[in-house]
């Protein structure tokens, strides 16, 4: 396993770990099938705090995460935006939303704001890996 402050420095992780936060476990299902040949490993997370719990103890190196959590939430935005402060290890981080992106400004290019339209595809390009 690589060193979270290796890969905060630019250096490319050894092993790919893909977080997939959403409050519907179908789509983390779904999202970490298309990923899971992509990835070393492929975590799922349907809530803000089992997603703190991961990336406190997991070197995680890129996100999926959904904006909307429901009423009363932290909206994704601000949670992608605290995590990319906070854990050095992220390589890429994918805002999924089905508001209009052109009216949400990405906190860090680390951070792609997509539309939750995407296909497969998109995600494998946005999240650069092969």
């Not at 979270?4 to 999202?31: H, M, W």
């Not at 999926?64 to 935005?77: E, I, N, S, Y």
């Amino acid at each position: 396993m690589f060193a979270q402050d290796e890969n905060a420095a630019g250096q490319n992780p050894s092993r790919l770990i893909l977080l997939v936060v959403d409050d519907e476990k179908a789509v983390c299902r779904a999202v970490g099938r298309v990923m899971k040949r992509r990835f070393d490993e492929v975590l799922t997370a349907d809530s803000a705090e089992e997603a703190h719990a991961i990336l406190s103890t997991r070197a995680v190196t890129h996100i999926v995460c959904d904006h909307w959590f429901g009423k009363g939430q932290a909206l994704g935005l601000d949670l992608v935006t605290e995590w990319v402060k906070t854990y050095g290890s992220l390589v890429r981080v994918l805002l999924l939303t089905g508001v209009d992106i052109t009216q949400m400004v990405s906190p860090d290019p680390k951070v792609q704001i997509i539309s939750k339209t995407a296909d497969a595809a998109d995600l494998v390009r946005e999240l650069g890996v092969r």
